[in-house]
């Protein structure tokens, strides 16, 4: 449930665990944050994301269909999208919170980011990914060394505001025609301690932790 005055998409993120990376308080507040989605039927599926400011100015709304082998590649495909279009609108050294309702792929991303900044590239435990999400998979790589830092939260897909835009890509189709946006959020707020919510005070013990 988002705090009351809170932007939607940095209360999700805040309060949502990020698989391998434990999160000091100064890493909670991004520049950006997407949610993304896929989903897949036997008569076609869909992509959906959102995209959104750290002071709450959406940046974009994507709803578009696809035809994905299964969900698990679709929710690859939906992330590849989701940064490709922040991609064209934010900073290269933007900082990125990224939000999906899918376990392996939350944890393939930060792992992924783990190792990137590794002596030898070695992630914190090998990865798979699906064999049809190869390219999307390169793609998502490519996107996430672009930006300064990015983190990947787990939510539930009832909170996931893409999960109608995947789901009913032709009832939301009004949302692609919304004018691009590339802004900037407010500067960080300034406040004298910081200290982490609740549900992180505890997460990850004995994890591996990253800035």
């Known amino acids: 449930m988002a705090a009351h005055g809170r932007p939607a998409l940095r209360d999700l993120f805040d309060e949502s665990p990020t698989p391998h990376i434990a999160h000091p308080p100064s890493t909670h507040h991004r520049d950006f944050y997407v949610a993304t989605d ?12 959102v995209i959104e400011t750290r002071d709450g100015t959406r940046v974009g709304r994507i709803a578009t269909t696809d035809v994905p082998p299964d ?3 679709a929710e690859y495909r939906a992330l590849h999208l989701g940064l490709d279009v922040l991609a064209a609108r934010a900073p290269v050294d933007a900082r990125v919170g990224i939000l999906v309702d899918h376990d392996e792929l939350a944890s393939n991303v930060n792992a992924a980011i783990l190792a990137a900044g590794h002596p030898d590239r070695k992630p914190p435990r090998p990865y798979t990914v699906p064999a049809a999400t190869t390219y999307h998979w390169r793609g998502i790589i490519a996107r996430l060394n672009r930006f300064g830092e990015v983190r990947a939260a ?53 994890g591996r932790a990253s800035d």
Do not use: K, M, W
């Not at 900037?184 to 005070?201: F, G, H, I, K």
């Open 71 to 73: 969900n698990n590649v």
């Open 38 to 49: 896929g989903s897949f039927r036997r008569a076609g599926g869909g992509l959906g994301a």
């Open 154 to 206: 787990r939510i539930d897909s009832s909170q996931n505001p893409a999960h109608p835009l995947a789901n009913a890509p032709e009832e939301y189709a009004h949302v692609n025609r919304e004018l691009d946006r590339c802004v900037l959020p407010d500067p960080p707020e300034v406040t004298s301690t910081q200290v982490p919510p609740p549900s992180r005070a505890n997460r990850n013990q004995g």
